[in-house]
């Protein structure tokens, strides 16, 4: 790694840091001048860029998208590891995809697609968020589709 001061090729490693997902942070100082300065290494996963409505674009977040799910799954009987998981799966559909961009809308929609699997109550409070289910009424025929489904498919046990 070039000094980016002064261009000389060896630097000494001070200190390393390993970070979440495969960061390296190293701290090193320049053999020629002394200048210190940081580099980071971390595996090129193909996660797409995510494209926001706004247009703009961010690295996916993984993080953000499970602050989410967590505040839909508030105080419901959903385990941690099954968010993780969800989460998990998300991610790596989104790698297998191997496009550079995605939409975030596409992101919000298997989070919505994982919670109505999880725990339906979760599903209608984040769907209330990122659907835009922002009038009673829309929210109301949400819940009545699901109460449907769950009528259904107690018919087909029973069946
Ligand atoms: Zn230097």
Redesign the pocket.
Known sequence: M???????RD?RVLDTTHEQRGVVRRRRQ??????RFTTIERPLLATPLVVKKDGTREEFDREKVLRGVRIACAKRPVPASAIERMIGEIESQLQRQGRSEISSRVIGDLVVQGLKELDHVAYIRYGIVYLGLDDLQAIRNEIDRLLNDEENSNDGKKG
């Open positions: 070039r000094c980016p001061y002064c261009q000389h630097s320049c053999e020629t001048c002394g200048q």
